[in-house]
């Protein structure tokens, strides 16, 4: 699972690599784990109801049959040519 959806009370016993304190200082460290805890929202329940609705989609993309996965998604090349394509109109 994604930090971003991870629940605060996991994060609040959480143990930070001593190697983190050789590259960064306790207050890059301290905001960067805020950063990562609110990513998604400030509520912890939005942040549910996000990873109940990611859960929902790949449960969703599970069900497909290979012809519905073709229809329904791209592959990472197709991704990124569509991508660069648009970076191109920008």
């Known amino acids: ?5 991870t629940p605060w009370g996991q994060w609040l016993g959480g143990r930070v ?5 050789e590259d960064f200082t306790e207050l890059e460290i301290i905001a960067h784990c ?3 805890m609110t990513f998604i929202s400030f509520a912890q329940k939005e942040i549910q109801a996000e990873m109940e609705s990611v859960k929902k989609a790949k449960e969703e ?3 497909m049959t ?10 990472l090349e197709e991704f ?3 991508l660069e394509g648009n970076k191109a109109v920008l």
């Not at 699972?1 to 959806?5: Q, R, W």
Request: proline share 3%.
């Open 1 to 5: 699972m994604a930090l971003d959806f």
């Open 34 to 36: 805020l950063n990562e």
């Open 61 to 63: 993309y599970d069900n």
């Open 66 to 75: 290979p012809e519905e996965r073709k229809q329904n998604a791209k592959s």
């Open 17 to 21: 690599d001593a190697r983190a304190f």
């Open 80 to 82: 990124l040519d569509e």
